[in-house]
Nanobody
Framework: QAQLVESGGGLVQPGGSLRLSCAAP????????MGWYRQVPGKERELVAAVSSGGNTLTADSVKGRFSISKDNAKNTVYLQMNSLKPEDTAVYYC????????????WGQGTQVTVSS
């Protein structure tokens, strides 16, 4: 049974924008840090952005100034706003819930494809 449900991927032209959404059960959303990772074939999955349960955020240098992460506690949903997209942003994007306290330590979404191409 899927715990994290992602939406919002697709095809966009360079310079365009997309917003990814990830909905989680309240029991996870309130206790876990939420984040977005991405992966391209042949490479390791990399962290894009994350937000703690308290609202602190971090963003990878490669997307800083273009991507932002936010969350809506009322909807148990985390968002990744992606602006000024580049072809190198093309990847499968995964939602993640992470804890160092609660088990399991990680939950993953099913992944959503983002393709930046003209």
């Amino acid at each position: 049974q899927a715990q994290l449900v992602e939406s919002g991927g697709g095809l966009v032209q360079p310079g365009g924008s997309l917003r990814l959404s990830c909905a989680a059960p309240g029991s996870i959303f309130s206790r876990y840090a939420m984040g977005w990772y991405r992966q391209v074939p042949g490479k390791e999955r990399e962290l894009v952005a994350a937000v703690s349960s308290g609202g602190n955020t971090l963003t990878a240098d490669s997307v800083k100034g273009r991507f932002s992460i936010s969350k809506d506690n009322a909807k148990n949903t985390v968002y990744l706003q992606m602006n000024s997209l580049k072809p190198e942003d093309t990847a499968v994007y995964y939602c993640n819930a992470h804890s160092v306290t609660f088990r399991p330590y990680d939950y993953w979404g099913q992944g959503t494809q983002v393709t930046v191409s003209s």
